[in-house]
């Protein structure tokens, strides 16, 4: 039996990050998301806030031409950014959790608390043919109600286990692990993301029901002292060597 792939969206947020600061045109995020596919990556992600503080929608309307791999647009559950969406109709839309003083996304959507407020924008995306993800904690109440609503897709944030180290991070990691198979179990397809590192990517990549990976800050980081293209290409390297590792056939 052939062993799955396990795909790689990087998230180009922070080469934005970086042009913003001196609101100029250069470090130019679709470049980056250019040379991103030539180096493995299966997908592009870009986070549209409200507050445009890195991706703009100049930059949304070009990926959605010129991209050759799928574009996974995360937004936040609003009228503008849902109308955004169904104007450019990327491959996917992972609905975030957003507030105005954070400085990255902290934590996962409460799927089981804004389950209302969140149905009709489930339902316009899936009806415009756009894959509907929920950014989520790896947790089985969030994970019912992502059933609940239909989304096709739940992608597990990975930053509590990225930020903790011993048995903490072991506790975490197991979290991870129940909640892919848990959601596995109940037909939703299971991402992950969110902090993820080449010293901690390995743990993640290697479980069996992960069909995909977002990761951006640190490639970015990373970017910096080796290049894209090779730090892109070490993560890819690390994700197919951890996938490796585990029995063909696995689910």
């Excluded at 993800?133 to 947790?139: R, T």
């Amino acid at each position: 039996m052939k062993r799955d792939h396990l795909r790689l969206g990087v998230n180009i947020d922070h080469v934005a990050t970086i042009r913003n600061a001196r609101g100029i045109r250069h470090p130019d995020p679709v470049r980056a998301a250019g040379l991103a596919v030539k180096a493995g990556a299966d997908g592009i992600t870009a986070h549209l806030r409200e507050d445009r503080r890195h991706i703009s929608d100049e930059d949304i309307a070009t990926l959605s031409d010129v991209l050759t791999v799928p574009l996974n647009l995360e937004v936040a559950a609003t009228d503008e950014m849902l109308e955004i969406a169904l104007r450019h109709k990327p491959h996917a839309c992972c609905l975030v959790p957003e507030k105005r003083q954070e400085v990255t996304t902290e934590g996962g959507l409460d799927v089981a608390g804004l389950h209302d407020h969140l149905a009709p924008y489930v339902q316009s995306l899936a009806k415009a043919g756009i894959r509907v993800s929920l950014f989520i904690d790896p947790d089985e109440e969030q994970l019912r109600a992502a059933k609940s609503l239909g989304a096709p897709v739940a992608e597990l944030h990975t930053g509590a286990y990225c930020e903790v180290s011993g048995e903490a991070q072991l506790h975490e990691l197991e979290r991870i692990r129940r909640a892919a198979r848990f959601g596995a179990g109940l037909g939703i397809e299971m991402h992950a993301g969110h902090g993820l590192a080449y010293d901690t990517v390995g743990a993640v990549a290697a479980i069996p029901e992960l069909k995909e990976l977002n990761i951006g800050h640190f490639l970015i980081g990373e970017a910096i002292f080796h290049g894209l293209e090779v730090s892109i290409a070490e993560m890819r390297r690390l994700m197919d060597e951890a996938r490796a590792s585990q029995p063909v056939g696995r689910s």
